[in-house]
């Protein structure tokens, strides 16, 4: 039986509204017409490398062994910063090295990691200054997706000298546990950086902005407009409303810390 095409996923920041995610769909087809392209999101705030993090963190787990994740919100493109790709247990990362990756870095071990420094695999070996996404990360992958091996794309760095992504650690009290909101969605649910292994099968409540939250296992365990904690999908401590934003109607952003206490 023939083996299925390799898998690249895609994730960024460009909208849809314009060419770029088209265009770089365009360029890995130039490459491999039979690799199978899933897009993760396009909707990536403008240049929110967290949100980037953690959608990464939260989907690649998700995928085929083998699978090549292209992740771009680079809102250093053009300059210094190196772009790479990275080999784990169970796939490969490519784009900047700005922390991006550093969700995932922290849930699984870096195999071999090489700066992208190879113009042969780039779409171009003059790239546009803006559009590192098109002329080198898109083009890369589809090599790597192709069985190019992944020290052929560039020079081989230390891991350890990957950028990490500084959030507010989270940390246990003799109250509980105090962590941060790490990441924002669709809905306007507020995802802490508490895992729910840490408080599954716990009582306990969240204090945040000087508001107290109540634990509630689903959404629909309060009225409409009433705000509840609980554990969502992705497996982490969330803050909603239901049938609202917990964002606005709470007034709570990105990095507010969040304290969870035990009762």
Not at 43 to 71: D, E, S, W
Not at 105 to 115: H, N
Not at 165 to 177: F, Q, R
């Amino acid at each position: 039986m023939l083996s299925p095409p390799k898998l690249i996923t895609l994730l960024t920041d460009f909208g849809l509204s314009d060419i770029y995610v088209g265009v770089i769909k365009g360029v890995i087809a130039q490459i491999n017409p039979a690799l199978r392209v899933v897009d993760l999101t396009h909707q990536i705030p403008p240049q929110n490398i967290l949100a980037a993090r953690f959608c990464l963190m939260g989907a690649y787990a998700y995928f085929p062994k083998g699978t090549v994740h292209v992740a771009v919100v680079d809102p250093g493109v053009g300059s210094q910063r190196r772009g790479i790709a990275l080999q784990l247990d169970v796939g490969f990362l490519i784009g900047p090295d700005n922390g991006l990756f550093s969700g995932v870095l922290s849930q699984t071990k870096v195999l071999a990691a090489v700066e992208l420094t190879n113009p042969e695999y780039w779409r171009t070996a003059s790239p546009s200054t803006t559009f590192h996404g098109r002329d080198i990360f898109a083009t890369t992958g589809a090599h790597l997706a192709s069985g190019v091996p992944l020290e052929n794309l560039g020079e081989v760095i230390d891991p350890t000298t990957l950028v990490e992504l500084s959030i507010p650690a989270k940390h246990t009290t003799e109250a509980g546990i105090t962590g941060c909101i790490q990441y924002i969605d669709h809905f306007g649910n507020l995802i802490t950086n508490i895992p729910a292994a840490e408080v599954e099968g716990k009582n306990w409540f969240i204090f945040v902005e000087n508001q107290t939250i109540a634990r509630r296992p689903t959404y629909s365990d309060c009225s409409a407009g009433e705000a509840l904690a609980l554990i969502g999908s992705h497996g982490w401590v969330e803050i909603a409303v239901n049938s609202g934003s917990a964002k606005s109607g709470l007034q709570v952003d990105w990095g507010a810390i969040v304290e969870l206490i035990f009762i």
